[in-house]
């Protein structure tokens, strides 16, 4: 709710739908126009969904050698970190904290971010004024890449968690959808409603924020080793950073608006790719 309440907020300050543009508009030509822009905007969809999915599959394997060689040091070293940080951990947790961090723990689960990451797409794809193919495209790929690219690490790497929580595995899953999902949604939103630089240090400290209350609360409840979680602090920042790049060569780089500029509006009836010629 809290993603959809907010696209829609940036969407009101964008400003109003232009009915008085559509309507001036000769009709001369027009369901002609319309045809061919469709059929133009589909194919710009394939060709681009195909470029965005090369990209971003590159940028999966590159994150997944890169978390191999941190993994062989976490797996036959991290124990010499993460032993005393969960003994000294048990030893001084606070009940009230812990209960609380039982709540905030839980929006890095896996149908939480889904559930968010989806949302903001749903909402995009509405008010992107370009490509809005490719928000949905860009959920929907990172959910299947990052699930994948996660489990081949787990094969990989048959780590055990804390003794209190077994199954806690490298790295941290909770931790990587915190940055990569979040990360997405405020890429996204950056991109299509401001593109400036103070927004997108506001955007990233935001989602630094999200990731440090995960990885903190994973580790004080014992969910994860430290060394796990601040694995998977890494391991969404890898991926979250080839999506990116996927987004930019297909969409090209973001153009920031001035403090006093906003969006122009999309006229009523017609396509964000339709042109002006009839």
């Not at 193919?133 to 959910?143: D, E, G, N, R, Y």
């Amino acid at each position: 709710m809290a993603v959809i309440a907010g696209v829609a907020f940036l969407a009101w300050r964008r400003g109003p739908v232009t009915e008085a543009d559509a309507a001036s508009r000769p009709q001369a030509g027009r369901h002609h126009s319309r045809r061919a822009a469709g059929h133009s905007t589909r194919s710009d969809a394939v060709a681009g969904s195909g470029r965005f999915l090369a990209v971003s599959v590159l940028g999966a394997v590159a994150a997944f050698g890169v978390m191999a060689l941190i993994g062989l040091l976490v797996v036959h070293h991290g124990l010499a970190i993460d032993k005393p940080v969960f003994t000294w951990l048990r030893g001084h947790q606070v009940h009230a904290v812990a209960a609380a961090m039982k709540r905030l723990t839980k929006i890095g689960d896996t149908w939480t971010a889904w559930a968010a990451a989806l949302s903001a797409a749903a909402c995009l794809t509405v008010t992107w004024r370009e490509k809005r193919w490719l928000p949905p495209v860009a959920v929907v790929s990172l959910i299947v890449v990052d699930h994948y690219t996660t489990l081949a690490l787990r094969h990989v790497f048959h780590r055990l968690g804390p003794p209190t929580s077994p199954l806690g595995t490298y790295p941290s899953g909770g931790c990587d959808r915190c940055i990569v999902f979040y990360g997405l949604i405020a890429y996204l939103l950056w991109r299509e409603f401001s593109g400036r630089r103070s927004a997108a240090i506001w955007a990233a400290a935001a989602v630094a924020a999200l990731g440090f209350n995960e990885a903190y609360s994973r580790v004080y409840l014992s969910l994860h080793w430290l060394t796990d979680a601040l694995s998977g602090l890494i391991y969404g920042g890898l991926l979250l950073a080839g999506f990116i790049l996927a987004i930019r060569v297909v969409a090209g780089r973001p153009i920031p608006l001035r403090a006093d500029q906003s969006p122009p509006a999309i006229p009523v009836g017609v396509a964000p790719t339709e042109g002006t010629s009839t």
